[in-house]
């Protein structure tokens, strides 16, 4: 496994891989959902690249970049063991150079969810991907369902701006009790991440709702509230019953497919959840 830092060499190391390439971009503190990113990229390419970049751009003021996990040893005995072909881990100082001044915004897909809780995240997300995308060159690349919002702000950005290669959404990765795999998942306390299982069974219960034969997105997004207040550490910061490819809420009755999504915290951490419902 090789692993360079500059982007003189990752671009020299590209060039020397078989195609097809597949890049599975990565902010590190690595877990089995990153591992299953990388496994089926292993299946599909003839060569792998993991990024591990914790991204500045992406996290607003009072958000916990200096407190993301961090272990990059670990990370690269995890990518080694699955005989990945070549790892970047670029430095802030190479991404970001102090004349740094052009960003990346899909406008509207942008603005709702995640947008509006976190203002410029998309923003810092967009630019980071599109200069892994310009470095690395892919002919795949990898991204997890967990990320939904990020996963539709990807894709526009990569057919918006001509990117040639394509986007593989991957299944959410999670605990037996149904938590979602997260490298945030570290910071919660045996309390807090016993209570965190809240997320997905309120997401299944609003399955099993929709299933039976609930339509009305408003009692349907009320369903996931209520099972949400249930369990006292968890505070809601939101929760959504959107179209899947436009983001934008479904008011009234829901017709084809809607994706569920939410952020609640669990003590001071934040968690995300989502899954597709309908037809």
Not at 35 to 58: D, E, G, W, Y
Not at 89 to 111: G, K, N
Not at 145 to 162: C, I, S
Request: charged residues 25%; hydrophobic residues 40%.
């Amino acid at each position: 496994m090789n692993v360079v830092t500059s982007m003189k060499d990752i671009r020299v190391a590209r060039n020397l891989l078989k195609s097809p390439v597949g890049l599975v971009p990565t902010m590190g503190f690595l877990h089995d959902g990153h591992l299953s990113l990388v496994r089926n990229a292993k299946k599909q390419c003839s060569s792998v690249i993991v990024s591990i970049f914790v991204n500045p751009t992406q996290f607003g003021p009072g958000e916990d970049l200096t407190t993301y996990p961090r272990d990059l040893n670990r990370d690269l005995k995890m990518l080694e063991e699955l005989k990945t072909d070549l790892v970047w881990t670029p430095t802030p100082e190479i991404m970001y150079p102090p004349d740094f001044q052009t960003w990346i915004s899909v406008e509207a897909l942008s603005r709702p969810l995640e947008g509006m809780m976190r203002p410029g995240h998309f923003r810092g997300v967009s630019t980071i991907v599109a200069k892994l995308f310009n470095a690395v060159q892919p002919n795949l690349a990898y991204f997890g369902q967990k990320d939904a919002q990020q996963v539709a702000v990807v894709k526009q950005m990569t057919r918006d701006l001509n990117f040639d290669l394509e986007i593989v959404v991957c299944p959410t990765v999670r605990e037996p009790d149904g938590l979602a795999l997260s490298s945030r998942n570290i910071n919660l306390n045996p309390t807090e991440r016993k209570a965190a299982s809240v997320l997905y069974r309120s997401l299944s219960v609003a399955l099993f709702s929709n299933n039976a034969g609930e339509r009305d997105s408003q009692k349907v997004r009320r369903i996931i509230e209520e099972e949400i207040t249930k369990e006292p550490l968890a505070r809601l910061q939101y929760v959504s019953c959107a179209n899947p490819d436009t983001l934008q809420e479904i008011e009234g009755m829901i017709e084809g497919n809607a994706l569920l999504s939410m952020a609640v915290f669990i003590g001071k951490t934040r968690l995300i959840d989502n899954i597709v419902i309908g037809d």
